[in-house]
């Protein structure tokens, strides 16, 4: 199984756990890391908005516990199974934590980090 496949399956079966009372938009991500682990979160609302979880900042919290090796791959998906993009959010924060050759599914096909977040800013834009 190719391992967008792998982590769409691992989506789908995290996706029941969303908790999305407000917008009625569960959303689930998985990724593979360079040692074959597969991480996955799902996204938890709150009734202030501002403080709701998404579905990539959980998956990397669970991937940040587990020491996980560099992830590789990453899947978001919506009720339906859907590919979705992070948001811009969830790209920045992505960006801290993966490769810019992160690959990425998209209902056009897999695209890279760098490609979703061109020109980013990051860790190395606060070295002297």
Same mark, same amino acid.
């Given at each position: 199984?190719?391992?967008?496949?792998? =982590?769409? !399956?691992?989506?789908?079966?995290?996706?029941?756990?969303?908790?999305?009372?407000?917008?009625?938009? $569960?959303?689930?991500?998985?990724? %593979?890391?360079?040692?074959?682990?597969?991480?996955? @979160?799902?996204?938890?609302?709150?009734?202030?908005? @501002? =403080?709701?979880?998404?579905?990539?900042?959980?998956?990397? !919290?669970?991937? +940040?516990?587990?020491? @996980?090796?560099?992830?590789? /791959? =990453?899947?978001?998906?919506? +009720? +339906?199974?859907?590919?979705?993009?992070?948001?811009? +959010?969830?790209?920045?924060?992505?960006?801290? /934590?993966?490769? $810019?050759?992160?690959?990425?599914?998209?209902?056009? @096909?897999?695209?890279? %980090?760098?490609?979703? %977040?061109?020109?980013?800013?990051?860790?190395?834009?606060?070295?002297?």
């Amino acid at each position: 199984m190719a391992p967008h496949e792998q =982590l769409h !399956a691992a989506a789908l079966e995290a996706l029941p756990r969303a908790y999305a009372p407000y917008s009625n938009y $569960p959303v689930a991500a998985a990724a %593979l890391d360079a040692a074959g682990t597969v991480h996955t @979160g799902i996204n938890i609302e709150n009734a202030s908005y @501002g =403080l709701t979880q998404c579905a990539e900042c959980s998956m990397l !919290a669970s991937w +940040r516990l587990a020491a @996980g090796a560099p992830l590789t /791959h =990453l899947v978001c998906i919506n +009720r +339906r199974g859907d590919y979705i993009t992070p948001c811009g +959010r969830c790209r920045q924060v992505l960006y801290e /934590h993966a490769a $810019p050759t992160l690959s990425i599914a998209t209902a056009n @096909g897999p695209v890279t %980090l760098d490609e979703l %977040l061109p020109a980013a800013f990051g860790p190395h834009n606060l070295e002297d």
